[in-house]
Every structure is written in structure tokens, then in C-alpha cells.
């Protein structure tokens, strides 16, 4: 039985300042991903206009986020790196899968409700459509894995709905094409096309909480620059940072469960030990029972120790663009052949003259 060839892929956005976040959730484990996997990472700009159409500067933010890829570790030799708008099948296939994907999916999603806040009829339709795009920036390349942070995991979800509907939908097509793969949905042999997409959500700080507030996610948006750690940052901002922290008066516990219903302590715990590559218990035998005066400072130490080779390699590569812009055109060119394939066998399936 011939099976999906393993591909991984994701995605970020180039809205702002990449921080800290971004890095242990999404950057980090790209890196770690491309040691035994064939991957495409990928500045999706085309969703960075969903919420905001007009950016004072779109080129040199998609730029600051292939900067990150590459300083981080990620090597766009061996896989591919891109900006999205650079391979047009993104937006061609995500036009097919907005007539295959149902308006109740898509009215579903929290992330559409939460960022159309109570103004929803006033929010663009791109923003409604955005993981029907995200569906089509993964499976242009027939892509397989995704590492995502939890939050995007219900767009996955969705992206298996939608691949699973146009398998079932053109079951026959597929077959008579001869671009299938044999596979089971829910427990019937089909021959489909596109894979069910798996997301890889894992480590201890999946998701980086803000600095100033533990119940709320870390973000670019968040107009408290002292909120998050910005990968820009130096030494000096990220010690200031670290301090001004929220915390609680309670010493650290000796155990997880000891962070139960402390959220700012959880975070920089889980912080801690997404920077060592320790479990939160490794860290709490280390510091159970001392103040958050003693754990600040060891934590600052970290996280200049892990990011300030990342931020000094950033500021060279974003010192010169003409590099930057040579490897995300080789990338778009090397992208753009897999999608065009992947794009032929699709309108082949659905009936399209090209």
C-alpha cells in the first residue's frame, strides 16, 4: 500500500516583534524537526493582512521572521524557506477549499470569534477564511506534520475536515487519476488525496504566557512592551524584564501540582524549563522552597545564555537584506515547484481545463 511521503511544514506570521514565544513555541522546534525530516517553513504574509490590510512595513517584518528561522538554526539549504505570497497556489487552492469547506466550520473557530470581538460584522472576510488558507498553505504540499503551538490546533482540526471532505467528495476522481493514496477515514478504506494532517504539540511551555498577566497568552499585540521578551531584545532589557515579572509572594513548591492555581509561577517555571530542555519537576527540585527573588535572576541568566547568539546573528542578517532575499527566492522557486504539481493533479481531479 503506497502511503504519504513524511513532510513538515508551518508557518508565522510578520506582524511585529517576534518574542520569546514564538521562539520555545513554534521556531525551536522547527530546528529540531529538520534533523530527521523533510521540512518548508514558511513567513505566511498573506495571513498577515486577515486583521491589518495596511503595514508601515510588510517587507522588512517578512524579513525579520527568515532572519529568525535562520539564525535560530534552521538551514534553508537542506529544507526550504519562504514567504508565502512568493508561490500562488496558496491562494489558488485555498479559493477550492473555501467551496469545500462549510461556513458553520468556519463560524465555529474560537480564534475568529476572539479576534472579531463584538465588532464581527465588521471584520474582513479574510479573517473568517484565514484557516481555510492555513488548510491550503499545509496541504499544497501534501504536507503531513505540523508544529504548532495548542492554540492553533483546532485550525488543524479543521484542515483534516477539509481534506477529508475533498477525499470523500472526489474518492472516484482521485482513483481514476491515479494521484491517490490508500488510506481509512473513520473506518472506510478510501483512496484519498490530500493526507489527514497530524500537529506535533509538544515540550514544557507549549504556550509562553505573558509576563505581566499568567492567564493570558504572550503576543506582539499586547501594547505592554515589559509583557513579553522580543528576540531583538538585549541582555540588559531581557535582566529588566525578567525582574519586573509578576509573581506571587509564595515561595516555589517542590512539586508541580504546587503550581496549581499560581499561573505567573507556572509560567516562568515552564519558561525555565523550555530553556534548559528540563521537565518542570527537574527545575522545581532545583529551586522548590526559595523566593522568586532567587529564581529571577537564574532565569535572566538563561535566557540571555540561550537567546543572545540568536539576536546578535538576527541584527547581522537583517545588516544584509540582499542575503535574506536570495534565500527566500530560492526557497519561493523551490516551493513553488512542489505546489505546481500538487496544483495540476488537483485541477485534474476536480475537472478544470488548464
Not at 24 to 32: E, M, N, Q, S, T
Not at 142 to 151: C, E, F, I
Not at 164 to 175: E, M
Request: glycine share 6%.
Amino acid at each position: 500500500m503506497t502511503t504519504f511521503q513524511p513532510l513538515v511544514f508551518s508557518g508565522v506570521q510578520p506582524t511585529g516583534n517576534l518574542h520569546l514565544g514564538n521562539y520555545l513555541g513554534a521556531i525551536r522546534k522547527f530546528v529540531a524537526l529538520q534533523d530527521n525530516n523533510d521540512c518548508i517553513y514558511c513567513v505566511v504574509d498573506l495571513h498577515a493582512i486577515t486583521a491589518q490590510l495596511v503595514h508601515d512595513d510588510l517587507r522588512n517584518q517578512i524579513r525579520s521572521i527568515a532572519a529568525a528561522f535562520i539564525a535560530s538554526g534552521i538551514d534553508p539549504v537542506k529544507h526550504i524557506v519562504f514567504n508565502q505570497s512568493a508561490v500562488p497556489q496558496h491562494a489558488e487552492l485555498a479559493w477550492i477549499f473555501n467551496c469545500v469547506a462549510r461556513i458553520g466550520w468556519m463560524n465555529r473557530m474560537t480564534q475568529f470569534k476572539d479576534k472579531a470581538g463584538k465588532d464581527r460584522e465588521n471584520a474582513s472576510l479574510g479573517l473568517l477564511a484565514y484557516p481555510s488558507l492555513m488548510a491550503a498553505d499545509i496541504l499544497v504540499y501534501r504536507a503531513t506534520h505540523v508544529p504548532v503551538g495548542d492554540d492553533q490546533k483546532q485550525h488543524l482540526e479543521l484542515a483534516r475536515d477539509i481534506a477529508q471532505k475533498f477525499n470523500i467528495d472526489f474518492q472516484q476522481k482521485i482513483r481514476e487519476t491515479g494521484t491517490g493514496v490508500d488510506m481509512v477515514v473513520g473506518e472506510e478504506p478510501i483512496h484519498g488525496y490530500f493526507p489527514l494532517v497530524e500537529p506535533l504539540i509538544e515540550g514544557p511551555a507549549p504556550r509562553v504566557m505573558s509576563l505581566k498577566d499568567g492567564t493570558k497568552k504572550m503576543s506582539k499585540s499586547d501594547p505592554s512592551d515589559l509583557s513579553r521578551i522580543n528576540l531583538m531584545d538585549d541582555a540588559d532589557t531581557i535582566l529588566k524584564k525578567i525582574r519586573k515579572a509578576k509573581t506571587d509572594p509564595d515561595s516555589l513548591p517542590s512539586e508541580v501540582e504546587g503550581l496549581k492555581g499560581r499561573p505567573e509561577a507556572e509560567n516562568l517555571v515552564g519558561i525555565y524549563a523550555a530553556l534548559a530542555d528540563r521537565t518542570k519537576d527537574d527545575v522545581l527540585q532545583e529551586f522548590g522552597g526559595q523566593q522568586f527573588s532567587a529564581f529571577k535572576p537564574a532565569l535572566a541568566d538563561l535566557a540571555v545564555h540561550v537567546l543572545s547568539p540568536i539576536t546578535e546573528e538576527m541584527r547581522r542578517l537583517m545588516g544584509d537584506t540582499t542575503h535574506i532575499d536570495a534565500i527566500l527566492r530560492d526557497g519561493g522557486e523551490r516551493a513553488r515547484a512542489r505546489a505546481e504539481k500538487v496544483m495540476a493533479e488537483v485541477f485534474d481531479i476536480i475537472g478544470f481545463l488548464r
